[in-house]
């Protein structure tokens, strides 16, 4: 039996933490925002910038980890 639940998760990361979790994240499609922070090899796999986030504040390295994972859904 299936069962829904409704809750939400509440982390605690450093900055280093936060940056770990957005590199681990590969966007789906081009995404104007991400042009300078890296680029997709001959192979078509996205490849974080070594400093893609040193200029970023934790708010925008967070919201560079959900355009990535929200390239990721279906409409």
Avoid: H
Avoid at 13 to 33: C, T
Avoid at 39 to 55: I, K, L, P, T, V
């Amino acid at each position: 039996m299936e069962e829904n639940y409704d809750w939400k998760s509440k982390i605690t990361l450093d900055r280093i933490d936060l940056i770990s979790m957005a590199k681990g994240m590969k966007p789906n499609d081009n995404i104007p925002e991400l042009i300078y922070r890296g680029s997709f090899n001959r192979d078509g796999e996205w490849q974080w910038s070594y400093d893609a986030f040193e200029d970023l504040t934790d708010i925008e390295i967070y919201n560079v980890y959900t355009k990535c994972k929200n390239s990721w859904k279906r409409d």
